[in-house]
């Protein structure tokens, strides 16, 4: 079983935020592979389908984004998933908005719902699907900006990025996750 992970915060107020990109990713994937997400399993979101031949769950943690690890960690526990069969989408203010880029592996990048994963899983070797929201330019806190929403400008490359982050996961339900990487890095 594979495991598609969006990272993000529950709750009306945290909902189109640029924190969220990952859940879009989520949201986008279910839409196409007609997943509910409405089983509330292990302090998340989940849901399960099979893709071109493969089984596959999709969640979207709950316990906000510092404690994404206490969500994914159980859930691969309890399925007997492999986290080198986990991809996890999310947020990065190091790439511009709109862009994508695929990893094997590598720090938190001082994300903390990243560092949370590192924390639970105990490896930096997990998949991953950034989505770039850019860094503030006005001296904004960075906290603020995250929770803040795309403007009317950021909002089409954005949601570009969430459909190319989306079919880069479809293409990773069967294909190696290197030639993936290559089809869609930016």
Same mark, same amino acid.
């Given at each position: 079983?594979?495991?598609?992970?969006? %990272?993000?915060?529950p709750?009306?107020?945290?909902?189109?935020?640029?924190?969220?990109?990952?859940?879009?990713?989520? /949201?986008?994937?279910a839409?196409?592979?007609?997943?509910?997400? $409405?089983t509330? #399993?292990?302090? *998340?979101?989940?849901g399960?389908?099979?893709?071109?031949?493969?089984?596959?769950?999709?969640?979207?943690?709950?316990?906000?984004?510092?404690?994404?690890?206490?969500?994914?960690?159980?859930? !691969?526990? &309890? &399925?007997?998933?492999?986290?080198? /069969?986990?991809?996890? !989408? &999310?947020?990065?203010?190091?790439?511009?908005?709109g862009?994508?880029?695929?990893? %094997? #592996?590598?720090?938190? *990048?001082?994300?903390? *719902?990243? $560092?949370?994963?590192?924390?639970?899983?105990?490896?930096?070797?997990? $998949?991953? !699907?950034?989505? *770039?929201?850019?860094?503030?330019?006005?001296g904004?806190?960075?906290? /603020?900006?995250?929770?803040?929403?795309?403007?009317? +400008? +950021?909002?089409?490359?954005?949601?570009?990025?969430?459909?190319?982050?989306?079919?880069?996961? +479809?293409?990773?339900?069967?294909?190696?996750?290197?030639?993936?990487?290559?089809?869609?890095? +930016?």
């Amino acid at each position: 079983m594979k495991l598609f992970v969006g %990272l993000g915060n529950p709750g009306k107020e945290y909902e189109q935020t640029r924190h969220n990109v990952g859940f879009f990713v989520i /949201d986008e994937l279910a839409r196409r592979w007609n997943v509910s997400l $409405k089983t509330a #399993k292990f302090r *998340g979101l989940f849901g399960t389908a099979s893709v071109s031949g493969e089984k596959v769950a999709l969640c979207k943690p709950l316990t906000y984004m510092n404690l994404s690890g206490e969500c994914v960690r159980p859930l !691969i526990d &309890y &399925y007997g998933i492999a986290v080198d /069969d986990v991809i996890v !989408i &999310y947020d990065d203010l190091d790439l511009p908005s709109g862009k994508i880029r695929l990893r %094997l #592996k590598g720090s938190s *990048g001082g994300h903390n *719902g990243v $560092k949370s994963l590192i924390q639970h899983l105990g490896t930096e070797q997990f $998949k991953r !699907i950034r989505i *770039g929201i850019g860094r503030p330019t006005s001296g904004q806190p960075v906290t /603020d900006y995250v929770l803040g929403r795309f403007t009317e +400008e +950021e909002k089409p490359a954005v949601d570009k990025a969430v459909l190319r982050a989306a079919d880069a996961c +479809e293409q990773a339900v069967t294909a190696p996750f290197i030639q993936v990487m290559n089809a869609f890095n +930016e």
